[in-house]
């Protein structure tokens, strides 16, 4: 029998700057479903599109009468919903899509949710490393993978020091791919650097396409992995290659202006995609790798700030300002309400 009734949780009833709209409270702790699983979390991670979600930039509507936000934890399953084995209770996971059109994320100390949505942690792996899997990792995996195999192939990861890059740097090299990065600090030259980059290009100083030619001999790279559309097309003519691909899964701004003439005479593939809709098989992909990996200890991992759940305004203004500086922002969830 599943005995706890209320948790911490962090929430907001309207949009707007975080320290106007965040109330930490306690609320009734939900009762899972058939096919549910209930997991109380450790660690709750933080992502760009939370803020923007709570901020108004996506919509200043409030999709549901308060949110608990974050799609991204980690911590232990302690009840079931019918139709789901008993034994998971006791399980480490990490969790994923959490708050995606729902109201209930993992910004509290209990979160409720299918359990397909609840992967095996391994035991020598840490929580708050959990809470960076959802949203970092599984992008990361979509953006290297969405467009066939990179092996022997020569992959631009911009922002390589990113949440996304830093994972993206790292399955493109398991993937048997050559990784060109870009960063703005020397800092950031070392996140990527240790994340296993071939060749780390300081993009405020340098100038890449020149960059890209004296390290590799070739003018152009089959790949980038953008997470910035919008300040980076200019740079593609002169280094995108004939039939390369552009993954695209960040734009500082939505609307950009792209050089079509060049690529359709080049051939250039463009692929966007959103990770909290992933087609199964890339879902399945993604999961099966990052579990590997984690097993095998082959993946490293940035946390770049930590906050209590109190904290959780200062944790979303360090997101909002790009502060974390090669790594992700979490909240840590107290085992008791104090
Ligand atoms: N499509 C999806 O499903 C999806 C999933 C996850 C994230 N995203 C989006 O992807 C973006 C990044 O997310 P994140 O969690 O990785 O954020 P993050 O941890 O803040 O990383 C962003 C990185 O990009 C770098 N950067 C910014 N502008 C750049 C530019 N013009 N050229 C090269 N590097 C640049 C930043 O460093 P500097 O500014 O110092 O260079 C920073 O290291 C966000 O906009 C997020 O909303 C989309």
Redesign the pocket.
Known sequence: MFEPREMLAAFYERKGRARDVFVVATLPVPRPRPHDVVVRLAVSGV???DV?SRNGRISMEMPFPYVIPHSDGAGVIAAVGAGVDAHRVGDRVWVYNAQWQRPHGTAAQYVVLPASQAVRLPDDVDFETGACLG??AQ?AHRAVHIDGSVAGKTVLV??G?????RYAIQFAKAAGASVLT????AA?ADAARHAGADVIID?TTEDVAASIRAATGRSHVDRVIE??MA??AGLYPSIIAKGGTIVC????VDDVALPVRMFRQSDVTLRF????QLPLAARRAAISDISKMLKQRALSHAIAARFPIAGIAEAHDA?EA?L?S?G?VVVQLPEQIP
């Open positions: 992502n760009p599109s923007k949203i970092p992008t911009t922002g020091a990113g949440a996304v890059g870009t960063v703005s600090s950031k993009y997470v910035d300040a980076n899964y960040g734009s500082g995609f959103l990770v909290y997101v790009g974390a090669g992700n």
